[in-house]
């Protein structure tokens, strides 16, 4: 008899340790996913600005970005042709 309560008290024990150890994974996931996604809505409103600044800079000076663009593509052509 007391083989067996040992024995069940070590399965409860592991149990609740493996119980334990789910819920603390299961909260540091939730903490990461929370982090992912604060850091995805900063990165998406900083591109967002990015993108609506570029697309001021080509409205108000279309010949400059017109040059720029071709010597990127030109730069960008000589580096990929080799």
Known sequence: MFASTTKDDSLTA??????????????AAN???????TLYNAASEELTQAGAYISREVRNNP???TAIALGVGMFLGMILRR
């Not at 592991?14 to 909260?27: E, F, G, R």
């Not at 903490?31 to 996604?37: F, L, S």
């Open 14 to 27: 592991v149990k609740t340790a493996h119980q334990d150890t789910k819920n603390s994974l299961n909260q």
């Open 31 to 37: 903490e990461v996913g929370h982090e992912m996604r």
């Open 63 to 65: 010949r400059r970005s």
